[in-house]
């Protein structure tokens, strides 16, 4: 199978996992596109007998990463966990809704991790190679992304943590 046909197929999840990362299908077929492109022009920096996805998520999360830095200044209330409301009776919609609302909610260091574990099924080693980050990096995002989405989901304010110098 030639790198085009690779690069094909792996567009579905490519789509799928941008989508969550961004929110909006316009966004994501952006964010698609700039990776494929990137990915061609660079795909002689790719290691023949790796694992291609996980190359092409690396050239992902880089390409959103520097879209982030390019299209936004720091927010100090970024970081503040907004409140969602509580479970309405009309069923698992809503709670789909909330549940979406949430994670993207969540820092796109914590969201990022979230979603190559759990809906890219990727193994912590697989995720932190795709984002070059320690092991330990993608454990502890993890672990907050899915404190911050519990507390947001069940209408309790999350612990803030104190930081001590």
Known sequence: MSD?????????????YARALV??????????????????AKLHLYSRGTDLRAWLFTVM???????LRASR?????????????????QGDALLVRDLERAIGRL????????????????????AA???????????????????KLRAMMTGQAAAKLKVVK
């Open 129 to 147: 190679r795709t984002l070059d980050i320690p092991i330990g990096t993608v454990m502890s995002r993890l672990s907050r992304a899915r404190e």
């Open 23 to 40: 929110g909006d299908r316009a966004s994501a077929d952006d964010l698609v596109q700039d990776t494929l492109e990137r990915a061609w």
């Open 107 to 126: 820092p796109s260091e914590q969201r990022e991790v979230l979603l190559l574990v759990t809906l890219e099924e990727m193994s912590y080693d697989e």
């Open 61 to 67: 999360h880089n390409v959103h990463v520097n879209k």
């Open 4 to 16: 085009a046909e690779r690069l094909v197929e792996l567009i579905p999840r490519l789509r799928r």
């Open 73 to 89: 200044a720091t927010d100090p209330l970024e970081d503040e966990m907004p409140e969602l409301a509580q479970r309405a009776p």
